[in-house]
C-alpha cells in the first residue's frame, strides 16, 4: 500500500503529462468535458494525498487551489499551471532524505511526547479527555493547514484548563504563575487569544483576510509549557476541587 507521500508523487507525474493541451477552446464542448473532468477528478485525489501527508506548508498551498472548476478547458489549464507550484515543492522537499523526519517535527502544533505524556495520566480528579481530544484535533487541524479550526481550539484549550490550576479563567491562572511561566502564558492569552477572537467574531466583509501559518506558530512553545504545565499539575494531584 502506498504512503500519501507516495501517492502524491505518482499522482503529480500524472497531473504532468496529462495532455491537455490536446484540447483547446476551440474543442467540441464534449471534448473539453472529458478532459475537464478527467483533470479534475486527477487533482482532487492529488490534493487529498498532499493533505494526508501532514506537512502544513504543502497543504497551505493545496487550500487555495479552486478545484470546482467548470466544464471549459481553460479553466483546467489554469489550474495545471497552478497544481505545477504544488508540484514543484513537493518534488524540492522530497528530495531531502530526511523529509518524512522533518514532517513529523513541523506537522504537529503540539510535540507528540508531550501528547504522550498527558495521556499517560491516570486517576486524575479532573476528566482529561476532552483537553486530550482537542490537542488532537489541534494537531489534525494545523496539519492539514486549517488553520481558522487551529486558532479557535487553541482558545478553546485556554477557556478549559484553568480548573487544574483551581481558578476559573486564563487571565488568573497567568496572575498567579511564577515570572518565568508568567512571560511564556501571557504571550497565549495576550496574542493568541485576540487572534482567535478576531476570526471567531469580525462580521463578513467584502474582502476577508484568512490566517497563516505565520499566525499561529509563534505559539507553539508558549503551547507545549502550558501543556507540559497542565500534566506536572494532573500528575501531582495539585488540584482544587472546591471552585465558586
Known amino acids: 500500500m502506498s504512503t500519501p507521500l507516495e501517492l502524491a508523487i505518482r499522482l503529480s507525474d500524472e497531473i504532468t503529462n496529462f495532455p491537455l493541451g490536446k484540447c483547446g477552446p476551440s474543442d467540441d464542448p464534449d471534448m473539453q468535458y472529458a478532459y475537464t473532468c478527467s483533470f479534475r477528478d486527477l487533482a482532487i485525489r492529488f490534493v487529498s494525498a498532499i493533505k494526508r501527508i501532514g506537512d502544513p506548508d504543502l497543504s497551505e498551498l493545496v487550500s487555495s487551489l479552486g478545484l470546482n472548476i467548470s466544464n471549459y478547458i481553460s479553466e483546467a489549464h489554469l489550474l495545471k499551471a497552478e497544481i505545477q507550484t504544488v508540484i514543484d515543492h513537493l518534488n524540492e522537499v522530497s528530495s531531502d532524505p530526511d523529509y518524512g523526519v522533518s514532517v513529523a517535527s513541523n506537522s504537529v502544533f503540539l510535540d507528540l511526547e508531550v501528547l504522550c505524556e498527558l495521556k499517560a495520566i491516570k486517576n486524575s480528579s479532573l476528566d482529561i ?96 509549557v502550558l501543556v507540559q504545565e497542565v500534566a506536572v499539575q494532573l500528575a501531582s494531584e495539585n488540584v482544587y476541587r472546591k471552585l465558586r
Open 129 to 224: 479527555s476532552k483537553l486530550i481530544k482537542l490537542c488532537e484535533e489541534l494537531n489534525d487541524a494545523y496539519a492539514r493547514a486549517n488553520y481558522i479550526s487551529s486558532v479557535l481550539l487553541i482558545r478553546t484549550v485556554l477557556n478549559h484548563v484553568p480548573p487544574v490550576f483551581g481558578v476559573t479563567n486564563f487571565s488568573d491562572v497567568v496572575g498567579q504563575s511564577g515570572r518565568s511561566l508568567k512571560a511564556i502564558l501571557k504571550r497565549l492569552n495576550d496574542e493568541a487569544r485576540p487572534i482567535a477572537d478576531l476570526h471567531a467574531h469580525i462580521l463578513m466583509r467584502e474582502k476577508e483576510n484568512l490566517p497563516s501559518k505565520n499566525q499561529i506558530e509563534p505559539y507553539k512553545a508558549a503551547f507545549e
